[in-house]
């Protein structure tokens, strides 16, 4: 067989014209959404005022096994797609492993990062449906960017709510949104009752994205044109993203190849949901014994130290409640947290693949994620996100275990994207200074007292 | 035929195994590099103390047609090569042209440019010769990312002198640096005589390229381990860029088109060089009657209102004589000029190529560059460089001709990087406070006073 490319790249009749829903292939479902009020189950009606209704039915659909991308969104994603398939040649020479070390690269496109598919269904169906505006919130910055850049591509205004801590440390992340026309207003803000409220209790309060959620739904809630976006957690977002994992399946194949570990980041599930889809499918099929990580940060680790319980998915408590790993709608990363990754709860669809033990989860502290981004940019040249880092972390140790075992197996991890409005953190970590708060049992307890009381 | 896809990607098996040299094919060489204080032509030994010897050959080579491109380098330019030729639908349908515009994009690299193409070459070839460190200079960054990313991945150490307008501006553009194991200095510093001299006359100098360059020949002359390297402008850089017209015209040929007209910004002229290289060459082998157009900054016009004439290469004038187009090497561009393009020369190879009407050029003011960026960025997703958008400019103004004359002529245009690290140019034009300085002739005889006497 030839030499195995460093990139792979499918072309654009081989890019899938299906998105794939995992849930069909599911053994058992997660339970489903209630309503907070009355504990009843959701009806894909009570998502209307909040979503676009196409959005609301695929929310809930669990049976569909595949459905077709509108031709609009698929000329969309040729703008950003396909994402290459790359082998991390120099990494693994750098380690010295036997295995074979692949990457799935999201981060070529202005939003630096996987958000961009999603994105791109969210603001084309609200398009569909004739709304004039979208409202959303975003942490580190890449969501917010890639709706932004999917609005202006099909005329949608913009609101997004940017966590404070993340509008204030990073500037040029709004003047990207501000470019693609998008308005930003730091969370919490004085323009929502719930921001306001979180102000009142803590005028300093460097925000959270559980409340700047809160406060994009209660500013769509006012304007029949105007429909809330979520960029993670919801199992439209799995589903959209799965164009992640279908690429990856199809240019793998091409190659030969066939993961034995697929690992991503996991802050909402959005990305490692993606990834590892069309592979998880053979797993719940029974056509494939691959092992499915998520690696999580030491500081708000919702997987390996959180609870599987029902939870408000927001921090103003205004959501359906949601069953998934969680670690209190009211939990708060410490601020020395950099990047992404900061949600407290995580994909149900993930919690419920993790609690069944399909998936397993680890968790870092930031240190030694940098350590992996920055041997991982001298290696291969790409300078990660901090989120993204998180995975590259994973892959190593996976690949030194295989060092030790002499076993050559093949690894598959997630690089969501780029670290250029990452920076600050870089040059913290470049100049020694970089910390880290691993929350105490008595930190978490604080976020499972404040638990719905439902089970 | 079938539809010509959004993107062309070359196989890694159809990228170009050799560097083409235009000079080859050129009837009239550009004047040979004088030494400056005898007049006389340099010999290529005489470049030894400043480039690695391999470069200084490939500088002084104008009858070798090809040049293996190494092994080693191949290999490099597979991390971030090869660089997809866009087919720019989203922007034809806006500007209701006939026109078919395609782009070169050679942004999706950590160091956001093209620059990369060459930086590869400088670290190579110094590896090679057994050196252990490079120094060089940096305006707008991507030349510096570029070089750091390179001696990172050959293990060579960089001392990089970066305008001090621009390191003030761009903190983040060094901290990329230095995650790559960069030194950073502002330029001017007190670490050469040059820099000392240069702050004794103005202690609060934004500095300039040319100033930035004989503070790293300077240092580099003082220690046998070390050499120069310079991202643009040399016959060398052009011959390293040459890859991005060879790709181009490979995909071009691919999907069954040729250029009518090749457009590119120009700065020192790396980019235009390399991009128009392969198809200049069918132009000077009476082959095709393609048009090239240069697009440089109002605010430093050294093609469009510069003097053809002997100058040094930098301000501190310890280089050898390059006869180009020049605004002399004592003129700076009004620091409110937004990223690169503010170097007062032009490659010689240019300048010989516009003497003789083979290449056009023209200016615009840069208001007018952020409406072209500012409309790219939302019809084609790609937040560009401030520098590439000036060939964007220019595409857009090619293809409105179309417009009026109905004629439906093939336009490339090279765009050369990203913006990401250019957010506070695109917040001044947000915020409609970007101003421009374009030079009164009395500004440019003060730059032409100080020509050296040649001629």
């Known amino acids: 067989m030839a030499k195995i490319p460093y990139k792979t790249y499918l072309t654009e009749e081989e890019m899938p014209k299906q998105w794939y829903n995992i849930r069909a292939d599911m053994k ?41 991308i509108p031709e609009q969104i698929l000329d969309y994603y040729k703008t950003f797609r396909p994402s290459p398939l790359i082998r991390a040649y120099h990494l693994e020479k750098a380690l010295g492993t036997p295995a074979k070390i692949y990457f799935k690269f999201e981060g070529n496109n202005t939003s630096g990062s996987h958000k961009l598919n999603a994105a791109a269904a969210m603001a084309y169906y609200a398009k569909e449906q004739g709304l004039k505006s979208l409202t959303t919130e975003t942490g580190a910055g890449q969501w917010g960017t890639a709706l932004s850049m999917a609005c202006a591509y099909f ?13 204030n440390q990073k500037p040029f992340r709004k003047a990207v949104m501000e470019t693609y026309g998008a308005k930003i207003i730091p ?97 719940l099929t029974g056509k494939s014994n691959a092992r499915f990580i998520a690696v999580e940060p030491a500081s708000c680790p919702s997987m390996t130290r959180g609870k599987y319980a029902y939870d408000f998915c927001d921090t103003g408590k205004i959501t359906p409640l949601a069953r998934m790993y969680t670690l209190g709608s009211d939990f708060m990363p410490s601020p020395n947290h950099a990047g992404g990754l900061r949600y407290h709860g995580m994909s149900p669809i993930l919690s419920k693949l993790y609690h069944d033990k399909y998936l397993e989860a680890i968790s870092v502290d930031q240190n030694k994620v940098f350590d992996a981004a920055t041997m991982f940019c001298k290696l291969e040249q790409i300078l990660p996100a901090p989120e993204s880092s998180h995975a590259i972390y994973g892959a190593i140790q996976e690949a030194l275990k295989c060092k030790e075992t002499g076993e050559a197996k093949t690894i598959l991890f997630g690089l969501t994207g780029t670290g250029y409005f990452d920076m600050p953190a870089y040059m913290q970590y470049n100049e020694g200074k970089m910390t880290d708060y691993i929350p105490t049992d008595a930190d978490l307890q604080r976020g499972f007292d404040g638990l719905p009381k439902v089970d």
Do not use: W
Request: proline fraction near 5%.
């Open 155 to 167: 005329g949608l205004d913009l609101t997004v709510f940017m966590v404070k801590v993340s509008f």
């Open 187 to 283: 969370s919490p803000s004085d323009t929502t009752q719930v921001g306001r409220a979180m102000l009142a209790n803590d005028p300093n309060t460097g925000g959270s994205l559980g409340c700047a959620i809160s406060e994009a739904i209660e500013l769509s809630m006012g304007d029949d044109n105007c429909r809330y976006a979520l960029g993670s957690v919801l199992n439209q977002v799995l589903l959209h993203q799965s164009i992640i994992g279908l690429e990856s399946k199809i240019a793998m194949e091409k190659l030969g190849e066939y993961p034995d570990v697929v690992i991503g980041c996991a802050g909402g599930g959005s990305n490692l949901g993606g990834l590892m889809s069309a592979f998880m499918q053979d797993k």
């Open 28 to 68: 058992e479902q997660h339970d489903p959404l209630l309503n907070p009020g009355t504990l009843q189950p959701l009806a894909t009606e009570d998502l209307y005022p909040v979503f676009c209704e196409e959005l609301c039915k695929q929310e809930m659909d669990s049976t569909t096994r595949y459905i077709d």
